[in-house]
Nanobody
């Protein structure tokens, strides 16, 4: 099992910044990538950004100019720096990690409990 613990959410004014952290623990040996998803009320959960164990990043196109994902392998922690926040960025942000199950290569996801980000206009 893998446990993901998020921190860093909260209330911020539009134009402000927040940094989210996600610490992974447990059986993390086979984790291929970690990342962040978000879900706003009435909307589907969507990818924000991800980063592989070797540091390859992937972003939602609409966010890559304002958000930055990074990781500290020594701490098994992933960070999401969010700048120039907008009211539409308000959502619950979920940390994600995944592995591939052998022999099927099926993806298996782990999720954190979520952290609320609220952006006031």
């Amino acid at each position: 099992q893998v446990q993901l613990v998020e921190s860093g959410g909260g209330l911020v004014q539009a134009g402000g910044s927040l940094r989210l952290s996600c610490a992974a623990s447990g059986n993390i040996l086979h984790i291929m990538a970690m990342g962040w998803y978000r879900q706003a009320p009435g909307k589907q959960r969507e990818l924000v950004a991800s980063i592989t164990s070797s540091g390859i990043t992937n972003y939602a196109d609409s966010l890559k100019d304002r958000f930055a994902i990074s990781r500290d392998n020594a701490k098994n922690t992933v960070y999401l720096q969010m700048n120039s926040l907008k009211p539409e960025d308000a959502a619950v942000y979920y940390c994600n990690a995944y592995r591939r199950l052998m022999p099927t290569n099926m993806r298996f996801d782990y999720w954190g409990q979520g952290t609320q980000v609220t952006v006031s206009s």
